[in-house]
């Protein structure tokens, strides 16, 4: 068997532009692009297209629209478009807007959980708790975020232990799959097959999804790392937009169309249109024309 023929052969490219990618902006994007954005997106036969966040409108002004956005968008069949939801507040507002599928986000390092949404990372299980049970019985699916599961803006390395701690109290929430970020994208090939090593110890590859940033070009590699080890969930973001507004120097996300080239090239199937992700974009960058400037990808 060569290298490539023991790789996943279909991966589930997680597009998360939308919200990711677009609560770094500065400069509101109008409703009317941001809705045309995610269509197209889906368009591209992006299987999963995380659209928008329900956290304080205060917090992030970019995503105040959130509601008005899912009611706009229309749906494809088969696509998923999730949306992020910090608490149960945020879980009305997105059930009351038609959302069937949320992510919870919380991390492995006090200190920026703290930086991110004023709590400890007990107290965002405090806040999950409710939600979870209520997403259960409304049938809304779940994932989980662990956000600096490498390294912290703010502390530092992070331990990979605290990692499968983190991890395992999403699954026991009822997660369907948790999506190990690394918020900053200082993770190498090193740091991310250790934490691999330790984690899929613990869980079931197929519900671990792998986020990376691309601050030092090191994305794919990272994703070749995952793939080894028989990961086929990877989140990106259209454009290489984003970032995290609470992680400082966080510079874009992998861009999808990086990845989308790294697994056509490697011969692996996502049903992705790479041309239909950058008309998507194009179409996006002719709506707001400063879109993702400073970006490096
Ligand atoms: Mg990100």
Do not use: W
């Amino acid at each position: 068997m060569t290298f490539i023929e023991r790789l996943p052969r279909h991966v589930t490219v997680v597009e998360v532009g939308p919200r990711d990618g677009l609560q770094n902006e500065a400069e509101i994007v109008p409703i009317e692009a941001k809705v045309r954005f995610i269509e197209a997106l889906a368009d591209a036969g992006l299987p999963v297209v995380e659209s928008t966040s329900f956290v304080n409108p205060k917090a992030v002004p970019q995503l105040a629209d959130a509601a008005e956005v899912m009611k706009r968008v229309e749906r494809r069949p088969g696509t998923r478009y999730p949306v992020l939801v910090p608490n149960e507040r945020g879980f009305e507002r997105a059930l009351a807007a038609g959302c069937d599928a949320i992510a919870l986000f919380t991390a492995a390092s006090e200190a920026f959980s703290q930086a991110n949404v004023r709590a400890s990372i007990d107290e965002t299980f405090a806040r999950f708790a409710p939600v979870a049970v209520a997403a259960r019985a409304a049938g809304v699916s779940l994932r989980g975020y662990v956000s600096t599961a490498v390294d912290c803006p703010y502390s530092g390395p992070v331990d990979p232990n605290v990692v499968v701690e983190v991890t395992g109290r999403l699954f026991d929430l009822g997660c369907d799959e948790v999506s190990l970020a690394d918020t900053i994208g200082t993770g190498t090939p090193q740091a991310v097959d250790r934490l691999l090593n330790l984690v899929l110890h613990e869980f079931d590859g197929d519900k671990i999804a792998l986020h990376f940033h691309d601050t030092h070009g090191l994305a794919l590699a990272n994703v070749m790392i995952g793939l080894d080890y028989g990961i086929s969930v990877f989140d990106s973001a259209a454009g290489g937009l984003g970032g995290c507004p609470f992680a400082p120097g966080a510079p874009g996300n992998l861009a999808t169309e990086k990845l989308l080239a790294l697994l056509d090239g490697l011969g692996i199937e996502t049903g992705v249109n790479r041309t239909g992700v950058a008309q998507a974009m194009t179409e996006l960058r002719q709506a707001v024309p400063g879109i993702g400037a400073g970006h490096l990808t």
